[in-house]
């Protein structure tokens, strides 16, 4: 519980540096508590992507004036074509292609994600910092990264990047 107060303490943090010109996609929106944080701040050009019916169809009765799909953004890669920001927390390390979707995006796409160093339900891959930065690095010129620590289990952390599409 603690650790997902963390999780939306980091959504918050990235308010500022966002606006909704050109538009924000997020992959992974599961059942739009980011686009509910937009939403508040008056940014309505979204798109949430998420591979789970039932996250979209919670998404879609919360904020009816928000836009939310249901794909495989895997088989769908075009979508992320007109993003000039792309959104993801907790989704990439459960995406077998994942470099696949940043290679997708244009060139000067800003990018906010967020990934674990631990393994859990449904993860392909994790690593530690450098290990992210190293793996993100061909794609994502990185100019912000953070640590986000599990209170109750310090071995367990996220890593928050903010960069632009190379």
Not at 54 to 71: S, T, W
């Amino acid at each position: 519980m603690i650790f997902n107060i963390a999780h939306d303490k980091m959504r918050e943090m990235t308010i500022p540096w966002l606006n909704d010109e050109g538009g924000i996609i997020e992959l992974g929106c599961s059942d739009g508590n980011f686009a509910e944080l937009l939403f508040k701040n008056n940014m309505r050009n979204y798109c949430g992507i998420d591979i789970l019916k039932d996250k979209i169809d919670e998404a879609k009765k919360k904020l009816p004036k928000m836009g939310f799909f249901h794909c495989d953004i895997t088989n769908n890669l075009f979508l992320l074509e007109e993003a000039k920001t792309f959104v993801s927390f907790q989704c990439l390390e459960h995406i077998e292609n994942d470099l696949d979707i940043l290679k997708s995006l244009n060139l000067g796409t800003n990018i906010i994600i967020s990934v674990p160093n631990s393994p859990y339900k449904g993860h392909i891959r994790w690593f530690e910092l450098e290990g992210w930065k190293k793996r993100f690095s061909p794609y994502i010129d990185f100019d912000y990264e953070c640590v986000i620590q599990n209170p109750n289990k310090p071995q367990k952390r996220s890593f928050l990047f903010r960069g632009v599409k190379k």
